[in-house]
């Protein structure tokens, strides 16, 4: 092989390690980009909703107060902005369902709503029910909280959703380092013994050309280099052991 091509193939073994690890480490990272992106922004819109009918449910809560104080007016427009505020971060909710068991958990956040809707859509100023806190306390609060306490589960389930994946995305994050890791590790190992073969096939043979030449230049010491390889190194060494070879008959004849 030609010395141009040992040491191209050398540095040509070295870039594909580095140039193959890279590409693997590009891949992994587009990948989990693309992945996290897409279910952290699922998990924020669910999470949004959530936020969205607790908010709503609060607001409600405070409509049905003023109606037990007999604030009717008052009190029916609180509540019907609160049901329609719930319903909107509902279907957000019920259009984005990414995690398994989210649907299950919907239907019976929709049918506790449903529930409680039931209890205050029936007349309360003007009624038995007007100024009952007993009523209220016993029944319709406890109604609020059962559907209060089903939207915080699924802020908790989309929470922990996106804990595992963080969890998820670490151990990719370590499995994308390795590789790195390894081509490091083999380039450096490859550098070492391409170092020692240059050494042995290059740098060598042409130190001792040179101290042959030298000796030989010096005190007529006779030039005897062995080359190894078969490459430009010993092709130089045939014609230096040839120009001695030439020039020492030169020095006998004259």
Known sequence: M????????????????LF???IWSINELSSISGSVDRILEDNYKSINASNTMVEALEREDSGILLLL???W?????ILTSGDSLFY?????????ITILGEKEHLDSIKTAYTNYKNM??????DTEREGNLTWYSDKLHISFNKAKTL??????????NMYQTAMVVKSRANRIIMPGIIAMMASILFTLVF????????????????????????????????IESRDEINDLNKAIMTLCSRAYKRRLSS
């Open 151 to 160: 939207v915080n589960q699924l802020t908790s389930l989309n929470n922990t």
């Open 195 to 226: 170092n020692f073969l240059i050494n042995r096939y290059m740098v060598a043979p042409i130190v001792n050309i040179t101290r042959s030449a030298q000796g030989f230049i010096e005190n007529d010491t006779p030039y005897d280099v062995e």
């Open 2 to 17: 030609k010395l141009r091509l040992k040491i191209l193939s050398g540095f040509f073994i070295i870039v594909s390690m």
């Open 69 to 71: 104080l007999g604030h």
């Open 20 to 22: 193959l690890a890279g």
């Open 120 to 125: 205050w859509e029936t007349p309360i100023v």
């Open 88 to 96: 909107a971060g509902f279907n957000i909710a019920y259009n984005n």
């Open 73 to 77: 007016k008052l009190g029916r427009r």
